[in-house]
């Protein structure tokens, strides 16, 4: 009896051998494919960021790219009076046909070091320059800025249209306001030009 039971704890003990190294195999197998699937994910996952900063990297010079060419700037001819073109910035373009329907095409279109200035018959003017887009100036407050300077004016470049005050109008500048309103009385406009 003694023999017997030797060899059923022999077997199962051959058997438990047998069953440990299977599932040792498998567990190391498994453990490879867990080892296989994280370096995959983690290729991948490298694969994508890499894709990403490309992307983004492209993205990038794409943006910069835009914003070179608008600062270098679309640009489009305008005919003036005389039947002439001239190559503007595309946003000056577009001011000057918003205008023609009450003020005609431009008599002139100059270039300065600071901008543009478009002048019409009736003396009104649009003045564009990138740092403030194109701006109208007209009437006395016009007036008022171009015998200052215009472009080479020590206020500047205006910087939005006039406004209508009490007794006159105002015009923000660069480097302050032209204001042009009489003394509330009826008397004589006059302006005052008011430096930041």
């Known amino acids: 009896m003694k023999s017997i039971t030797r060899r059923v704890v022999a077997g199962a003990a051959a058997l438990t051998v047998a069953f440990g190294a299977v599932a040792c195999s498998e567990a190391d197998e498994a ?4 080892g296989d699937a994280a370096s995959s994910a983690t290729s991948a996952a490298g694969d994508a960021a890499g894709g990403a900063k490309d ?15 608008g600062k270098e700037g679309a640009t489009e001819e305008v005919a003036t009076a ?17 205008e023609e329907g009450n003020w005609g095409k431009p008599e002139t279109i100059q270039e300065g070091e600071k901008g543009f200035l478009a002048t019409y018959a009736n003396g ?31 206020i ?7 406004n209508v005050i009490e007794n006159g109008w105002d015009q923000s500048f660069q480097n302050g306001t032209i204001v042009w309103t009489n003394d509330g009385q009826g008397g004589e406009y006059s302006a005052d030009i008011q430096k930041k």
Do not use: C, R
Not at 31 to 34: D, G, L, R, S
Not at 55 to 69: D, R
């Open 31 to 34: 453990a490879n494919k867990a």
């Open 55 to 69: 992307k983004a990297k492209e993205a990038t010079e794409s943006a910069k790219a835009s914003e070179s060419a």
């Open 82 to 98: 005389d039947g002439k073109t001239t190559l503007v910035p595309a946003d000056l373009a577009t001011a000057i046909a918003n």
């Open 124 to 154: 009104d003017q649009i003045v564009y320059a990138d740092a403030i887009g194109a701006v109208p100036v007209v009437g006395k407050i016009n007036e008022t800025w171009m015998s200052e300077g215009g472009l080479d004016a020590e």
């Open 156 to 162: 500047g470049l205006p910087t939005a249209p006039e």
